[in-house]
């Protein structure tokens, strides 16, 4: 195999209701069966008129930017300074929901498009009527966690698998590959931002020479999105910090099921954090605390104490709940 | 610009002591100055020797698994299941510290190079050696937040900058782009997998065409690794509210500067938080807490709501202190 990363030149502003199939067509006449174009979302955003007016400057123009970011915005991921980064509606992790002002006049801002796996399609078939079988991919740009830069990655794909999956195959000695499943249409758009520029009114490139496997599929880019419950770093560490901090003021009173196991960390940590002196006695499914004096003010630190117990157990993934009385506090995780 | 990926094949198993330039260039003698060769870090290591040999299977296997990765690893990032992505030594961020045993036999598992940009400059040195100009990428696969998916991106660079910066440049409708700094030996070891495949034999790929910016630098892939302390994805989100657990348990005794906000949103968050009942004064930077009742029961109540407000209050970034005694507790914020 051996590709080709093209250039489409020479397609000019593009404005809302345009043709997007016919432009990119009459700038690559040489355009053939089989080529991959990867078309830089801002232009399906201009040609689908996702442009929001705002203020060209002032508290106003902030304002403005600041609903629109609301209004794109699913959940907020992680903030930090200036910078936002949220989960949009389509389930992308981006810097300001990927809400653009550059390469648009100041009074506008461009929202990235509604459905961009709608969107290649569409595109896709307009190609198609007018003879021509290409796949499309609708790329962006995007930060990563751990890695300086950013890197063009696919919203939207039509006649091309998102994945190509390695699962399965065997390699030269005998070992069978597992967890390769890779982001193709991510890499055809970092390689066609190699020819783009941000500046030089290059938004679309033509991958030439890439196979379309049979098998592969046609799911579009939303295939990429992982969904939040399994992705280890929905939130940012700060954010998920705060989170644990909040659980902490927030326990649930709820014993875990019975386990020793519970009963005995639980007896460790209250003679680690506890005040010196503080009663401590193990007994079946529970730890009866009780104050390390007679006075009242020993009574409020050892419910402290015994809060703070309850907190660290938390953290090892321990419930309990809690009987208090005159006497003690008594922490209670199930019988064994 | 307009670019070709072009397979090198024929490479050939590769063992320790290996010139990987010779292999290279009698497997591709159309090699031309201003190529980028991109290099799967797995024959780099091989060749260097970064082999570790290990039972073929059984319990010692993941014995020995086990402490490699544990030498390999800087700090553990998160861990889900049977999943550790850890950063390594180098800063990498990644699943099992990029570890692996495909495409090698099985006693043996292969540890990425030690100092990749140093391999990178190595051979790039044994191409002008040998007369030929080149750029030179060492690439591994890996994983990403929030996208499913994997991509090959750069562990080691030579000849070529990292990251083209746009910052500075003014669009056609002038404005001046900011925080766009493309990572483009990521993509150009990206666009070098489309033509590599896993199984396939085919560890090097050149990208050509590819123009050298002349201002460009040449300080490696490591300046992609972003330092732990400007990412806010540095730790995984079970991770970091286990930390926020953790530092719930052990509240640092200190006191914010001065701050009436602190005041009053520690009466409101007592309110809120507090056992009905419970007194609440807030004074010159300080909220007196009381108890609900005469009981000693309400007095242990009192010391866990009082942990819990000042929980809740780290949660907001506010730090407090206390001073208890007998007939209640004081959360001081600093004199206003």
């Known amino acids: 195999m051996r590709l080709e990363i093209l250039p489409v030149e020479g397609i000019g502003d593009i404005t809302a209701g345009d043709d ?30 996702r442009l929001v007016e705002v203020p060209a400057d002032g508290p106003e123009r902030d304002d403005a930017r600041r609903r629109m970011l609301e209004s794109e915005t699913a959940r907020v991921v992680a903030r930090r300074g200036p910078t936002t980064i949220v989960q949009t509606h389509h389930g992308f992790v981006m810097a300001a929901a990927g809400i653009d002002a550059s390469n648009v006049d100041k009074t506008h801002l461009v929202l990235l498009p509604a459905d961009p796996d709608a969107s290649a399609r569409a595109l896709r078939a307009d190609f198609a009527a007018r003879g021509l079988d290409v796949a499309v991919i609708v790329s962006d740009t995007m930060g990563r966690a751990w890695r300086n830069g950013l890197t063009d990655v696919a919203l939207g794909a039509a006649g091309i698998g998102a994945l190509r999956d390695h699962r399965g195959e065997v390699d ?10 890779m982001a193709v249409v991510d890499e055809l758009s ?19 020479g890439y196979p379309r496997h049979a098998d592969e599929g046609d799911a579009g880019a939303a295939a990429l999105v992982r969904d939040t419950a399994s992705d ?57 605390l009780t104050p390390a004096g007679s006075g009242s003010a020993d009574l409020v630190r050892l419910g402290a104490d015994a809060y703070r117990v309850r907190v660290a157990l938390a953290a090892e993934g321990v419930t309990s709940s809690t009987a208090v009385d005159d006497a003690g506090v008594t922490l209670i995780f199930g019988a064994s």
């Open 232 to 288: 280890m770093f929905s939130l940012g560490t700060a954010e998920a910090r705060t989170q644990g901090l909040l659980d902490a003021a927030h326990l649930p009173e709820a014993a875990s099921p019975a386990d020793p196991e519970a009963v005995r960390r639980a007896a460790a940590l209250a003679a680690l954090l506890a005040t010196p002196g503080t009663g401590i006695v193990a007994e079946d499914g529970a730890v009866r």
């Open 190 to 208: 970092a390689a066609a931002e190699l020819v783009k520029g941000k500046c030089d009114r290059v938004p679309v490139a033509v991958v030439r």
């Open 20 to 49: 997007l199939a016919a432009l990119i067509m009459s700038a690559a006449p040489w355009l053939t069966d089989g080529d991959v174009l990867v078309v830089t979302s801002k232009i399906v955003s201009k040609a689908e008129g």
């Open 172 to 181: 030269p000695y005998g070992n069978e590959l597992s967890l390769t499943q």
